[in-house]
């Protein structure tokens, strides 16, 4: 049985791992009510700004723009991936990197052969998981979100447009954890270049309305489209921030539960132990009183 400073000193150690996995906990909390009220206020504006666009991309507007014509077989791709800078974050980071290279596996096994599939990712467990299996990543943000800001994710957006429109790329794709709940989190990996396109209902069309804009609707949609992507970009980094901050929640939540089941079994233990030790001191003593006797 083991020695009963070695049980208090588990205890101990268990004890202390416990404070630190609940004040990891409350960090983790304020930091999620933080980056889910940036995500809720960027929601609308980014889901309207898409529906803005689908309804200006029309006829002509669209036929000679490269962000908004898709491309068949697309050779050239441009994958950007969001994880995060640390650890302690349950499935967060292995859930993510799992689906996204089952999906390169399955859609993209040409391109990984012909060397025409790169890689940008943001946060350093992206970085160290896809540079150590021979992925082809061509630029990491590692620190990233430690200031957190659109205009540093904007210009990732910016500098990957840029290379699309000089024919670099034929596609570009983001993958990143969407925000669900503080214990679920969607994995996606959406094409964002060239610019899916959404259905458009707008009843106002049934009465007959007809828009006059000022200057043309093509003059706007040419303008607004950087928005658009630099608004997608940030949506993505916005909801994989908040997504990690539910993950980490959740498991130093889980942590606290486990270091205090330990702390239990690790005291019955030790109450045996001493039980033991008092039954054999006893038994010691009896015997040396006979002898005595005797």
């Avoid at 208090?8 to 909390?29: G, P």
């Avoid at 002509?60 to 791709?77: G, Q």
């Avoid at 993505?236 to 486990?258: F, H, K």
Wanted: charged share 25%; glycine share 4%.
């Amino acid at each position: 049985m083991a020695n009963l400073r070695e049980i208090r000193d588990r205890i101990s150690s268990v004890k202390n791992t416990q404070q630190i996995t609940k004040a990891m906990k409350m960090v983790a909390a304020a930091r999620l009510r933080k980056a889910q009220d940036r995500l809720i206020a960027t929601r609308p504006y980014a889901a309207t700004l898409s529906k803005v666009v689908s309804k200006l991309a029309t006829g002509d507007n669209a036929a000679d723009n490269r962000y908004l014509n898709p491309i068949s077989n697309p050779e050239k791709i441009l994958l950007i991936i969001i994880g995060s800078d640390r650890g302690l974050c349950g499935g967060f980071n292995t859930n993510l990197f799992r689906y996204i290279e089952d999906r390169i596996k399955s859609e993209f096994s040409k391109h990984i052969a012909e060397k025409t599939l790169e890689l940008i990712c943001i946060g350093r467990k992206a970085n160290d998981h896809f540079r150590k299996r021979g992925y082809n990543v061509i630029e990491s943000h590692i620190g990233f979100f430690d200031k957190l800001n659109f205009e540093s994710t904007a210009s990732i957006m910016r500098n990957a447009a840029k290379e699309f429109e000089s024919a670099k790329y034929d596609a570009v794709f983001v993958g990143f954890n969407e925000f669900k709940s503080v214990i679920s989190q969607n994995r996606v990996m959406q094409q964002v270049l060239p610019i899916q396109l959404e259905e458009v209902n707008d009843d106002e069309n049934a009465y007959g309305v007809d828009y006059i804009y000022e200057p043309s609707d093509k003059e706007i949609l040419e303008r607004i489209l950087p928005l658009h992507l630099n608004t997608q970009m940030w949506r993505a980094v916005l909801e994989s921030n908040a997504s990690e901050q539910g993950a980490r929640m959740a498991a130093m939540d889980n942590a606290t539960e486990n270091a205090s089941e330990i702390m239990r079994q690790l005291k019955l233990k030790y109450n045996q132990a001493r039980q033991a030790a008092i039954t054999t001191e006893i038994s010691e003593i009896v015997s040396g009183a006979e002898a005595l006797n005797n």
